[in-house]
C-alpha cells in the first residue's frame, strides 16, 4: 500500500493538515486542541482500514489474474461484492474468457495450418515422384516413340502440379480474407459457357453429350470471375466421373426465394459415406483409387458461399451425382 506514490502523497499530505489543525485547535484553547487530535486520528484509522481493504481486493484480482496467466485451465476469478471493483472483476473475467477463446482459436488455425503443410506435401510428392521416374526412364531408354510418350506424360504431370499449386494459392488467399470479391449483375447464359468453353474439345473428344436449359435474361448478383472458377471444378468433376459417352445436363430455375443451377452428371454417383465430407478439403473419399486431389470441391464451395450463394451434393434418383448452386434473392 505506501508503495503507491500517490497514497504516499495523501499520507504526507494528511500529516500537514493534521499538524496544522492540531496546531490551530491548541491555540484556540485546550478542548479544541484535543477534539481536533481525536477528529483526525479517527478519520485517518478509518480511512486507512478501508484503503487497506481495498488494496487487498486488489491484489487478490491481481493473484486470480496471475493464475489464469500461468494456467490456461484456471479461468475462474472469485467475485467480489464492492461496487466498482465488482465492475473490474466483471470486466476482468470477459477478458480472459475472450483471451481463453482467442487462443483456441489459434490452437486450431496452428493444427489446421500443420495438417494443411502434410496434404499440400503429401498432393506435390505423388507427381513430382512420378516426374523423377519418367525422367530416370528417359535417361536409359533409347526407343524414340517410348521417349516422345515418357515426354508427352511428364507434361500432362508438371500441368497437374501447375494445376494445383494455383488452387492450393487461390485456397490460401481465400483463407486470408485477401480476395475481395467484385458485386456485378451476371447473366447466367454467359456465366454458364464461359465456364464451359475450356471443356469443349475434352467433352467432345469423349463424346460427352451436354445439354443446357437457361432462360433467357436470367441474372444473379456475383463475381463473374470466382464463379466460372467454382462451376469449372464441378464440370471437371462431373467429367471425370462420367467417362466416355457420359451425359452432363445444366438447368438453370428461378423462384421468388432463390436463383437455382443445378449440374447433374450421369455417373456412378457418390458414395453414401463420402457425401458428408464431399466439399472438404483433399478428402478424396473412401475409394483411395479416386482421381482428383480433393482440391476443386472444397474452392468451390469456398468461393460461392463468400458469395451468399449456397451449394450442395447428392445423388439423382435416375444416377449420378446432382450438385445444386443457388443464389438467394
Known amino acids: 500500500m505506501f508503495r503507491n506514490r500517490e497514497f504516499r502523497r495523501f499520507a504526507i499530505l494528511f500529516l500537514l493538515i493534521t499538524v496544522v489543525t492540531v496546531t490551530l485547535g491548541f491555540a484556540i484553547n485546550m478542548m479544541a486542541g484535543i477534539l481536533v487530535i481525536v477528529s483526525d486520528t479517527t478519520f485517518g484509522t478509518l480511512f486507512l482500514i478501508f484503503t487497506r481493504a481495498r488494496y487487498k481486493s486488489i491484489a487478490h484480482i491481481s493473484e486470480q489474474i496471475d493464475i489464469v496467466l500461468h494456467n490456461t485451465d484456471h479461468m475462474y476469478i472469485a467475485e467480489i461484492d464492492e461496487g466498482e471493483l465488482s465492475i473490474l472483476q466483471s470486466e476482468i473475467t470477459k477478458m480472459t474468457l475472450r483471451i481463453r477463446e482467442q487462443n483456441e482459436a489459434l490452437k486450431r488455425e496452428k493444427r489446421h495450418l500443420a495438417d494443411s503443410l502434410a496434404d499440400i506435401a503429401h498432393q506435390l510428392r505423388t507427381p513430382l515422384t512420378s516426374?523423377?521416374?519418367?525422367?530416370?526412364?528417359?535417361?536409359?531408354?533409347?526407343?524414340?516413340?517410348?521417349?516422345?510418350?515418357?515426354?508427352?506424360?511428364?507434361?500432362?504431370?508438371?500441368?497437374?502440379?501447375?494445376?494445383?499449386?494455383?488452387?492450393?494459392?487461390?485456397?490460401?488467399?481465400?483463407?486470408?480474407?485477401?480476395?475481395?470479391?467484385?458485386?456485378?449483375?451476371?447473366?447466367?447464359?454467359?456465366?454458364?459457357?464461359?465456364?464451359?468453353?475450356?471443356?469443349?474439345?475434352?467433352?467432345?473428344?469423349?463424346?460427352?453429350?451436354?445439354?443446357?436449359?437457361?432462360?433467357?435474361?436470367?441474372?444473379?448478383?456475383?463475381?463473374?470471375?470466382?464463379?466460372?472458377?467454382?462451376?469449372?471444378?464441378?464440370?471437371?468433376?462431373?467429367?471425370?466421373?462420367?467417362?466416355?459417352?457420359?451425359?452432363?445436363?445444366?438447368?438453370?430455375?428461378?423462384?421468388?426465394?432463390?436463383?437455382?443451377?443445378?449440374?447433374?452428371?450421369?455417373?456412378?454417383?457418390?458414395?453414401?459415406?463420402?457425401?458428408?465430407?464431399?466439399?472438404?478439403?483433399?478428402?478424396?473419399?473412401?475409394?483411395?483409387?479416386?482421381?482428383?486431389?480433393?482440391?476443386?470441391?472444397?474452392?468451390?464451395?469456398?468461393?460461392?458461399?463468400?458469395?451468399?450463394?449456397?451449394i450442395n451434393a447428392k445423388n439423382h434418383p435416375q444416377g449420378g451425382a446432382i450438385f445444386a448452386i443457388r443464389f438467394p434473392k
Request: charged residues 25%; aromatic residues 6%; proline residues 2%.
Open 131 to 310: 516426374v523423377t521416374l519418367i525422367m530416370s526412364l528417359l535417361e536409359t531408354n533409347t526407343d524414340e516413340d517410348e521417349r516422345k510418350g515418357l515426354i508427352r506424360e511428364t507434361e500432362e504431370l508438371l500441368l497437374q502440379v501447375d494445376w494445383l499449386l494455383t488452387s492450393l494459392l487461390k485456397l490460401s488467399r481465400l483463407d486470408a480474407g485477401i480476395v475481395e470479391f467484385q458485386s456485378e449483375q451476371i447473366d447466367i447464359n454467359d456465366l454458364i459457357y464461359a465456364s464451359i468453353r475450356p471443356f469443349m474439345i475434352s467433352m467432345e473428344l469423349h463424346n460427352i453429350d451436354l445439354q443446357i436449359d437457361i432462360p433467357k435474361r436470367m441474372i444473379i448478383n456475383g463475381d463473374s470471375s470466382w464463379l466460372s472458377e467454382a462451376i469449372q471444378n464441378i464440370l471437371k468433376n462431373c467429367i471425370e466421373k462420367v467417362g466416355d459417352g457420359g451425359k452432363i445436363e445444366i438447368v438453370c430455375e428461378d423462384n421468388t426465394l432463390f436463383t437455382e443451377i443445378t449440374i447433374h452428371d450421369s455417373g456412378m454417383g457418390i458414395g453414401k459415406e463420402d457425401l458428408p465430407f464431399i466439399f472438404d478439403r483433399f478428402y478424396r473419399g473412401k475409394n483411395t483409387n479416386m482421381a482428383g486431389y480433393g482440391i476443386g470441391l472444397s474452392l468451390c464451395k469456398m468461393i460461392i458461399t463468400r458469395q451468399g450463394g449456397t
